[in-house]
C-alpha cells in the first residue's frame, strides 16, 4: 500500500489529564492544526511520555506517569499543542486580521494573536470555525490569587501553539483603544 511522505516533528500535547511529549507526523505542506482538524479521532503519536497534567516545562522526573512506543490521543481532549508546524492560512493575508484574545484553562491562560477573517464577530468564528486554530506569538501566564492580571509575567513563550477551541474555558478579547489597557493583559 502507498503511504504519504510525513515529516517528524516533536510535541508536547497538553490535555486535561496528561501531559504528553512524543513525535507526530505532518505531511509536507500541512501544519499542526491541519492534521489535528481532519475527521479521524485520534493523533498517532510516536515516543509518548505521559507526565501528570499541568503546564510547566520541562516536566520532573517523579511527574512521568508512563512511556510507550505508540499512543493513540483522543483528538477531542486535547486542549493544546506546542510544536509541529504552523498551519498556512487558507485565503488571502488581506482578507483576515490579527486579534489579541486570551484563552483560559483552568489556573492558567494563553494569550496570543488569532487570525480571523476581517469584519467577523468573534462568537460567531468560535462558533463556526474548526476546532485547532494557530495562536501566534503566544504566551503562557499562571493565574495568581490576589494578583492582577496586568502584573502577570509570563512564565513561557511560543512563536505558535495550536488551540482547541472547543476546549477552551473561556475566550476573552483585547479591548478597543477606548479602554484603559493597563486594566488587562494586552496593554
Known amino acids: 500500500m502507498y503511504k504519504q511522505p510525513r515529516e517528524v516533528h ?5 490535555t486535561q489529564a496528561y501531559r504528553v511529549y512524543g513525535l507526530i507526523y505532518l505531511v509536507p505542506g500541512a501544519g499542526t492544526a491541519d492534521l489535528l482538524n481532519q475527521e479521524k479521532p485520534y493523533l498517532p503519536v510516536t515516543g509518548a511520555l505521559l507526565y501528570t497534567p499541568g503546564y510547566t516545562h520541562p516536566p520532573e522526573a517523579k511527574d512521568l506517569k508512563a512511556s510507550t512506543g505508540f499512543l493513540a490521543l483522543r483528538k477531542e481532549r486535547i486542549q493544546w499543542v506546542v ?9 488571502s493575508p488581506s482578507l483576515l486580521e490579527r486579534r ?4 483560559l484553562y483552568g489556573d492558567y491562560l494563553l494569550a496570543g494573536d488569532l487570525l ?6 468573534l462568537s460567531d468564528y468560535l462558533s463556526q470555525t474548526k476546532p485547532f486554530q ?9 493565574l495568581t490569587p490576589n494578583k492582577p492580571i496586568v502584573d502577570l509575567e509570563p512564565l513561557e513563550t511560543f512563536p505558535f501553539v495550536t488551540l482547541n477551541l472547543r ?6 478579547e483585547a479591548p478597543g483603544e477606548a479602554q484603559d489597557p ?3 493583559l494586552f496593554g
Open 116 to 121: 480571523l477573517p476581517r469584519g467577523v464577530r
Open 167 to 172: 476546549r477552551a474555558e473561556a475566550v476573552a
Open 10 to 14: 516533536e510535541a508536547r500535547i497538553y
Open 83 to 91: 510544536g509541529g508546524k504552523p498551519s498556512e492560512p487558507r485565503t
Open 134 to 142: 494557530i495562536l501566534l506569538e503566544a504566551k503562557l501566564y499562571v
Open 182 to 184: 493597563r486594566l488587562t
Open 100 to 103: 489579541r484574545l486570551a484563552f
